[in-house]
């Protein structure tokens, strides 16, 4: 696992989308081997996705030879309701840059017992985008879902519902109780995954990420087994994590990866 540490949320999302438009670049991407990137949604990566765009609009990286696949989507609101992910990832991504939109994929209830497979016809997923939520779960994986879960239809916690409300005018009766997501197991088998948490109420998901035991309790923690692993977060998330653990890691961080040294000697 590798820990970034950046001072703010300005700073954790320009170090993802730079990361993205860097492997998606040195993965030159064409038409028969497109990159498959997983996405999710949520505050966290808003950011990520306006900096992906101004990058796009720069010239800096195209998402034409781009395959996506988003990580959730609930059910019971229609993918025309403006806090469906549907909408939110049009919104916030697709409408502004250049991905075909057959090259789109967003779980549903009429695909998610294929989704899985569609994954594995394009070879997989090459990096996997994801958030955190504040009881450690990653797309909608609440405590108790198996580790080894592929796409299926789950009930959300209370604590998600009162946690999402806030896109629903605070309302938690209008937010959906049930989501359709891609498993833990879908998550992990990307080749990459990274993760951007920022804010106090991510600092004890970061601890049990970090410093945990792997549990099911915490879903983020089964990404613990991921060879390649990033977590980016920002100085707020951190307020749990042992002073050692925060040094260690932006010591080892701030000589560049292990990886990244090698290369850069070669
Ligand atoms: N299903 C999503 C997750 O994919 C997301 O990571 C989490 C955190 O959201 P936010 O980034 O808004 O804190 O919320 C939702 O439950």
Excluded at 184 to 191: F, I, L, M, Q
Excluded at 241 to 249: A, D, P, Q
Aim: aromatic share 10%; proline share 5%; glycine share 6%.
């Amino acid at each position: 696992m590798r820990l970034i540490i950046r001072d703010d949320k300005r700073q954790t999302s320009l170090w993802v989308a730079e990361y993205i438009v860097r492997r998606i670049n040195d993965f030159r991407p064409s038409k028969d081997r497109p990159f498959v990137l997983g996405l999710p949604t949520g505050s966290s990566p808003e950011q990520v996705y306006a900096n992906l765009v101004d990058f796009y609009k720069k010239g800096k990286v195209s998402f034409k030879h781009v395959v996506t696949f988003n990580m959730d989507e609930y059910v019971g609101i229609p993918t025309s309701h403006p806090q469906s992910y549907h909408s939110f990832m049009f919104k916030h991504l697709f409408q502004h840059v250049d991905i075909p939109p057959s090259q789109i994929h967003i779980p549903s209830l009429e695909n998610y017992k294929d989704y899985d497979n569609m994954i594995a016809k394009y070879g997989g997923i090459e990096l996997f985008l994801c958030g955190v939520g504040s009881d450690g779960h990653i797309a909608f994986n609440e405590p108790g879902s198996s580790l080894s879960s592929k796409t299926r239809i789950k009930t959300l916690t209370k604590e998600t519902v009162i946690a999402n409300a806030r896109f629903f005018d605070g309302d938690v009766n209008a937010v959906p109780k049930s989501a359709v997501t891609v498993g833990v197991k879908t998550v992990a088998d990307a080749r990459e995954v990274v993760l951007i948490a920022d804010g106090r109420g991510k600092a004890e998901a970061v601890k049990q990420a970090v410093e945990g035991s792997i549990s099911h309790t915490w879903t983020v923690t089964a990404l613990q087994m991921h060879p390649r692993f990033i977590m980016v977060v920002d100085d707020a998330a951190t307020e749990e994590l042992k002073v050692k653990t925060v040094k260690y890691f932006r010591d080892i961080e701030s000589e560049g990866s292990s990886e990244d040294k090698i290369k850069s000697k070669l």
